[in-house]
């Protein structure tokens, strides 16, 4: 088996699906709506995001069902990464 490929095709699916999801919600997860006069901050948004799908997972299990629960969190995981970069860079 080559881990290598495996591992490079997962990443792509991953970046694809989060590209796609971004694109779509807007970039919420950068600048979250301030829904009912609550505005909480990026990475607070996306820890809870996380905590769903972790939820979910545990829930669950690792199945048909939850694979795209993983790689939603997958996606979130990035996306900690990036505005924390991007948080890091503004200081």
Known sequence: MDYT?????????????LIEKNTA???SVFKPIDKFG???PPIESIL????????RIANKGFNDQT????????????????????QQNDD
């Open 67 to 86: 694979e795209d629960t993983l790689k939603d969190l997958i996606g979130y995981m990035i996306l900690l990464y990036v505005v924390v970069k991007i």
């Open 48 to 55: 809870a995001r996380m905590a769903d799908k972790e939820a």
């Open 38 to 40: 609550i505005r909480i």
């Open 25 to 27: 919600y807007g970039h």
């Open 5 to 17: 490929k495996l591992i490079r095709e997962t990443c792509d699916e991953v970046r694809d699906l």
